[in-house]
């Protein structure tokens, strides 16, 4: 049986979660009200997996997500509102270690949450049997262990200053358009920040984004990765010539394809395709990229997430000269995309998250 502590001051919210996993029949479902009660609970209940409400009276989610990676680290799903605040609040729990988020019902809840049922038990028993990083937040639960008070969450900084490779960067020559394309889902943000905030301003290729994520979150993804990292971080939203030293971070619920110019490449926000089923679609950029650019000026990255969008084309773009990376499985909070990847050959460097950036950096020297 999964253990799964579901977590929301609705009444409402928790009777219909708690129908949805009970039909499942292999989820045994306690319930709290509010952050504080759940955080008394933990020992008792013991968890597998909680979903875990944003805003609640009391403690909220995410001094509630502090508390339990601290002091009874589990795998969390948020559910957090499809709004730009709920974006925020969101991509903050996941930078806290939450696994994932699922959507809050809103409107008529109960016709809304039929329609919600099979993503969000898909997403929760994933998380389930997710297993969190021994590393994750590891010297604030010894301090916590050894009865000093942790240090307080650190929120979104200014730009950063992280360490950066020694190597030497040189402009592409005239005529020739590399781009960086790096793909990933669950997991995606944080592993975003470990490797754009140590890629340098200068770097000379764009960097395009698919990032599994609906439309509202996008944005707000993009606007903490421009304040983490040297290089400039926009939404691709229209047709926008892909620049050096500019990350672009695909729309949500679209897909993002590379076409060319006088001047060179352009990227797009275009409607989502049914032959692909994750949106925004990594297959779709790296083959729009591939009919664009010469492959040997491409690199593709495929990070953490479920399933194996972006391994095929990877494959391909390899076979046809490119560069490829997928992230290792030590580092993954899912190797489901990247060791689709690996399996299939395609991975030319298999790197822990923290050395993709390096790797990165040295295919362009």
């Not at 590393?135 to 979104?156: H, I, K, M, Q, W």
């Not at 990765?225 to 040297?230: A, I, S």
């Not at 290089?231 to 695909?250: F, H, K, Q, W």
């Not at 580092?331 to 995309?337: F, K, T, Y």
Request: aromatic residues 4%.
């Amino acid at each position: 049986m999964i253990k799964l502590l579901i977590v929301d001051d609705s009444a409402l919210v928790r009777k219909l979660l708690g129908t949805i996993f009970a039909a499942e029949r292999d989820f045994e479902v306690a319930f709290a009200r509010n952050g504080r009660e759940a955080v008394e609970l933990l020992p008792q209940v013991k968890p597998d997996v909680i979903t875990l409400d944003v805003h609640m009276p009391e403690m909220d989610g995410l001094a509630c997500l502090d508390r339990i990676m601290i002091e009874h680290p589990c795998p969390v799903v948020m559910v957090s509102a499809m709004t730009a605040e709920g974006a925020a609040v969101t991509l903050e729990a996941l930078e806290l270690g939450a696994v994932d988020f699922v959507p809050k019902p809103s409107g008529a809840i109960s016709l809304e949450i039929d329609q919600l049922a099979p993503v969000i038990v898909e997403k929760v028993r994933l998380a389930a049997a997710t297993p969190l990083r021994k590393s994750l937040r590891l010297a604030e639960r010894v301090r916590a262990r050894a009865g000093s008070s942790p240090r307080p969450t650190t929120r979104v900084p200014p730009r950063a200053n992280p360490r950066r490779s020694t190597a030497r960067l040189s402009p592409t020559a005239p005529g020739q358009h590399g781009i960086v394309l790096i793909g990933c889902s669950t997991g995606g943000p944080p592993a975003l920040d470990a490797v754009l905030s140590r890629l340098p301003g200068t770097l000379p290729w764009p960097v395009l984004v698919a990032q599994h994520m609906p439309a509202s979150f996008t944005g707000a993804l993009a606007d903490r990765l421009d304040r983490l990292c040297e290089l400039s971080v926009v939404e691709l939203v229209r047709p926008t010539p892909l620049e050096p030293g500019t990350v672009y971070i695909a729309k949500g619920d679209a897909d993002a394809i590379v076409s060319m110019r006088p001047n060179g490449p352009i990227g797009m926000a275009a409607p989502p395709h049914a032959e692909y089923l994750w949106h925004p679609s990594v297959d779709r950029m790296v083959r729009s990229a591939m009919d664009q650019v010469d492959p040997k000026l491409l690199v593709g990255v495929l990070m953490t997430g479920m399933g194996r969008d972006g391994a095929d084309a990877m494959a391909r773009l390899r076979e046809a000269g490119g560069r490829t990376i997928a992230e290792a499985e030590e580092s993954a909070v899912v190797w489901g995309m990247p060791g689709e990847l690996v399996r299939a050959g395609g991975a030319e460097f298999v790197e822990p998250v923290d050395l993709i950036a390096d790797r990165i950096l040295e295919l362009l020297a």
